[in-house]
């Protein structure tokens, strides 16, 4: 297994361009996640998903989308970059919590962004 | 609203020195409690899972303990290879949001 793979691992955008995050996962998880990590503030839920076709907010999903066809992947899209957004990105993925499989959330190896 | 708040912020110890880090949480109703570690420039790395307030897990010199309203993460006789940022997060009963503290920066030396 894979795990959780993200690509790229590095970017640079300039203010007021998009982009797509990748993200996916080979254990047939349904819960899918996107956080972002700045320093001293730990990880911060984007937007998750529950199952394909499901998606929902997290803490700061202004100025991302998302969407789930597959429940492999889970790409997350920067409509109009901002320098604000200059941030690492990790994707997480798990069974969906309450549905009696473990919830542990594993983690990919992350995507660092800077937005200028 | 759910809130984790993790002390110290840095912890800086001799190797062998053996210390907690602690993790304080508010929550409508705790499913879980997870602790992880996280190297340099990777992503988190899953740790443990408690569940309920006395519940305690080990693995090598970790080992995490729970109360109500507080999660200990103890290091006993820790090693140069320890050194990492440790975090702890929740989630709420009936809820798929987990909430993170900003981490416990560990670096044990030599």
């Known amino acids: 297994n894979a795990g959780v793979t993200q690509t790229p691992k590095f970017q640079v955008l300039k203010t007021g361009q998009s982009m797509t995050l990748q993200c996916a996962q080979d254990?047939?998880?349904?819960?899918m996640s996107w956080y972002r990590q700045d320093p001293g503030m730990g990880l911060r839920l984007i937007h998750y998903?529950?199952?394909?076709?499901?998606?929902d907010q997290g803490e700061v999903p202004n100025g991302y989308n998302v969407s789930r066809s597959t429940t492999e992947d889970f790409p997350l899209r920067l409509l109009s970059a901002a320098p604000s957004q200059t941030s690492v990105y990790f994707c997480a993925s798990s069974f969906t919590p309450g549905t009696g499989g473990v919830d542990t959330q594993y983690f990919g190896p992350g995507t660092r962004l800077t937005v200028l | 609203e759910d809130q984790v708040t993790q002390s110290p912020e840095a912890l800086r110890l001799q190797e062998g020195e053996s210390s907690s880090l602690n993790c304080s949480y508010t929550v409508s109703g705790l499913r879980g409690l997870f602790w992880y570690r996280q190297d340099p420039g990777k992503g988190p790395e899953f740790l443990f899972t408690l569940y309920s307030a006395g519940e305690e897990k080990e693995k090598e010199r970790l080992k995490a303990t729970l109360t109500k309203k507080e999660s200990f993460l103890h290091i006993t006789a820790p090693k140069p290879e320890d050194s990492a940022t440790y975090l702890c997060a929740v989630l709420s009963t009936g809820g798929f949001k987990t909430i993170f503290g900003a981490g416990t920066r560990l670096f044990v030396k030599a």
């Open positions: 254990m047939n998880h349904e819960y």
């Open positions: 998903s529950v199952g394909a076709g499901i998606t």
